[in-house]
């Protein structure tokens, strides 16, 4: 085949881009996959999808596919007030869907290939090289460069292809760090996911069902502890941290046995503000690495994935179509992001000055949960604006 054969190349194989192949495909694109990896392994990775991103994932056809090969329905969400079953509180009327990260990309790359992408496995991209017809050059023992009608790079955390292409990249620095490991025989309900805070120490929690009798386990604490948890040598500490951020984790974690790396990572968030240029589209966490604290990650690489489909599809000016990507893109980072800063700010930060506005904000929302938005389970659409702060913050 020659190389400019395809109208879109996507660097890297992971949720974002074969999610997006597959689409693609489906609608009669000529798509090749690059993806480094031969064979995915555990990672300590995005596990959970929370509703607003089930319901993308309804849309781009792959719920049932997900279903029937590796993933589970989590119906109830723990946050210490109780189980709220987000089947009948959430717009969507679904529950978490969980996967082992690993399983559910083999799965979704085999997708990709059966509706039509090419796929070529243990090829890194080494370059792009952007423009009207853009270019990726790659190695695989030889320097090869293929062109394509549109470059989509979804190559991850710390993606190179931001820097390859120019594109600027925001930071915001978070004062955190979360580590997470897979154990196995957790004595928690299989049913429900767990997401707790603690403010009093400026901690969090997280535990996921995935299946199969595991759980991935997570601890989020603010760097200002003396330890950086990485190697399971230090899941004892792991266990003791968590059950003093959560005290029933004691009991769950007492016969749990580890079953994958323990990693911790700093939380802080890299966006690109218009993921689009010079015929390069940016995808999933290349295009936002969010803090994973509030596992919107998963959601926002299916959300990609359907919103650049529906935009190439409608529109034959693909120049057009990726920038209205963009711009939507810029909205619903926008959105999660504002309200994931409310949360750390009233949920996270164990300061004087959080402490205070605790005080005034948490009676009201025991009187009245509503007041706590509702983004990170719901999704972005919900609206964003200072009387949604104010309620949160109980100033009004
Ligand atoms: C600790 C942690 C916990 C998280 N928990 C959650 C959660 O509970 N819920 C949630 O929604 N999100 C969570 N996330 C975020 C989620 O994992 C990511 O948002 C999601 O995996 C991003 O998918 P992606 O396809 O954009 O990138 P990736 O999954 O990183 O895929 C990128 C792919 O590109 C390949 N690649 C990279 N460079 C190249 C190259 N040069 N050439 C070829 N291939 C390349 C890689 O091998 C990889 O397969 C978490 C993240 C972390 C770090």
Known sequence: MPPQAYDIITVGGGIAAAAFARAMSQRGARVLILEKETRFRDRVRGEGTVPWGVAEA?????????????AHNVPFVEGGMGPRDTRSTTPQGLPTLTFAHQEMQETLLAAAENAGAQVRRGVTVEQIEPGATPAVVVNGGKCERITARLLVAADGRGAPS?????????????DYYMAGVLLCDVASPPDTMYFVFNPQFGMCIGLIPIGKNRQRAYYMYPKTMEYRLQGTQMLDLFFRESARCYAPLAGYYAAAKCIGPLASFDVSELWVEHPYRDGVVL????????????GQGLSFALRGARVLRDELTANPDWTAAANRYAEKHRRWRGACCTVEGWFRTLFQDPSSQSAALREKAMPLI?????????HILSGPELPVNDEVRARFFGEC
């Not at 931001?162 to 978070?174: D, I, L, N, P």
């Not at 995808?283 to 509030?294: E, I």
């Not at 025991?366 to 509702?374: F, I, K, L, Q, S």
């Open 366 to 374: 025991a009187e009245d949960p509503t007041r706590v938005p509702d």
């Open 58 to 70: 309804r849309e781009l056809g792959l719920l049932e596919l997900l279903r029937a090969d590796c």
């Open 283 to 294: 995808m999933g966490d290349a295009a936002c690495t969010s803090d994973p604290t509030y």
């Open 162 to 174: 931001r820097k390859w292409v120019g594109f600027t990249v925001a930071e915001q620095m978070h």
